[in-house]
């Protein structure tokens, strides 16, 4: 089963299924494992779920000619400012910056650093908004949380989680101790940064660990050059059985999902789930 993270702009189900399962794929063939039958592959997507009444969200737009003109003005939640400086802290700065710490250094670094695909500053605000909304709104967050348990049935095997999918599946899994799943991947997670820990339910943080999502296996591929899986291991707040297994995505599109399902540490642990127990 695989969960779409922040961001994403790919217009339905069918297309966001059929780029990860090529990707996949490539990832499995390119590793000598054997490739994985596209209807054996449940795509979950939760992007209408930010347009649905009751939520106050700020929508979830499929093209980039559809987002507002978020600029700096726009980011005047606290926690919005905290995820914006979070993400930026991650990215270097090779012209140095005398302003550093400021919200319009931290926006720079994001747009010139290219880890996110190059996208302009609205998109970057609107996909931190994204993040802020999910972890705010209650029936937003029921919302997503039970397209993703809807999904899920007696033969999943295997849930691979991209950024904020992430946190929805590592959520999700906690509220359904029933499931059988076997191996969790969470790629490009942001699980690790205190914003996103204070606001999990129950909490995570250094004094309180987080509780084991129930697999028998948990998987945490992070990118060096990925800001948004700040925190690159995971198992500190999660558990020592948590597997951190760090990549190199390239600087260009470093968070992009397609290019971790692409790393043999992602097809490896998909193959290792699915073979017969």
Known sequence: ????????????????????????????????????????????????????????????????????????????????????????????????????????????????????????????????????????DDALRRCVQDRFAAAVTPGTRVVVAHSLGSVVAYETLLAHPEWKIDTLVTIGSPLGLKAIGDRLRPPVSEKTPG????????????AEEDPVALVKKLKPLYGKDVEDLPVLNGRLSAHLATRYLTTHEVANGIADALRPR
């Open 1 to 136: 089963m695989l969960c779409h993270g922040i961001g994403r702009r790919t217009r339905n189900r069918q297309s966001m299924h059929e780029q990860w399962c090529e990707a996949l794929n490539t990832g499995l063939h390119d590793s000598g494992l054997d490739r994985v039958a596209a209807d054996r592959v449940t795509a979950v997507t939760y992007a209408n779920c930010f347009r649905s009444a009751g939520t106050k969200s700020i929508g979830d737009p499929d093209d980039e000619d559809r987002i507002p003109a978020f600029g700096l003005v726009h980011l005047r939640d606290p926690l919005e400012l905290e995820l914006l400086e979070a993400f930026a802290s991650g990215v270097p700065d090779p012209e140095g910056s005398p302003t550093k710490g400021l919200p319009q250094d931290a926006l720079r670094r994001l747009q010139r650093s290219r880890f996110l695909g190059d996208p302009p500053a609205k998109v970057i605000i609107w996909m931190i908004k994204q993040v802020r909304d999910y972890l705010t």
């Open 211 to 222: 509780a084991w999502p129930g697999v028998r296996r948990w998987l945490n591929v992070a």
